[in-house]
């Protein structure tokens, strides 16, 4: 059942306590918008690469869209001039809260200007009463200690960490086999819901295959995958088999059924049932 597993909307981890710590960060991210007060609601999240936090923080605002403006912000794309004209917008949020994401928050190590221009934001609630909620995530080092580090060491590092109030740092760990499982079955679903149609049980070689494939490693990766073996199943059938992961043809398909059948074979023709 994929509800066990989601933590916000269509966001899914297996590792219950990876879970449980995202859950604990939505709750803190989502208290902060929905009771907007005179004090700093800024987060620092540290992730693995490919590990969804873009989309961990999409899923938390498309949870509080009726009340919440949502912005994104990717410092890796912008030059001073257009992150200082993103960030002005911001001023607007006076009727109603919003949520940004400064992605990438521990890029353009050698420019003096980012958290010189940032600063002031999240310093907005507390000095100008704007309810502002900013969310900074990134992946450099190998864990929020070092991502820390590395923005300590910048021009105005030190500076934006003592303005992340303690409790409000979290990690998002790389996703395992488990993980990427739960990504395409969930994939699987919402994708034949936007066909309007309903996939109600997956072959468990196809989930091995998913598995052992490594260019199957992030969520992004397993969209596109399950976009196109979704399309691939006949419109009067229910279940994804094994054969819709693949074109007509595909070389692959029977090179990993001979390579795994004398040690897979229990899992061929074999269904797991797909429930929310």
Known sequence: MLSKYRIIGNYTRYD????????????????GCLQPSRKREN???????WSGKT???QQIAASLASTVRYQELNLAKYSEQEFRARLSELNDCKDKP???LIDECDAKPQEPWPYEIL???????????IPLVFVLAGSGGANLGEIKKRISARLKGADL????PAGNEYEIMPLNIGDRILIVLSQFREVAKEF???ISSVEKFSLYYVALNPRLANARQLREFAFRAIERVPSNDDRVKYDHLFSPGDPENKAFWFQTQ?????????FTTLRD
């Open 16 to 31: 219950e306590l990876i879970r449980n710590t995202l859950k604990d960060a939505r709750t803190r991210i989502a208290g």
């Open 43 to 49: 987060h620092l999240i540290w992730a693995a690469a």
């Open 55 to 57: 989309y961990f923080v």
């Open 98 to 100: 919003c949520l940004c």
């Open 119 to 129: 600063l002031p934001y999240l310093d907005a609630s507390v000095e100008r009463g």
């Open 161 to 164: 960490l003592s303005r992340i």
């Open 196 to 198: 309007e149609r309903d």
């Open 262 to 270: 004398a040690t897979a074979s229990g899992l061929m023709n074999s």
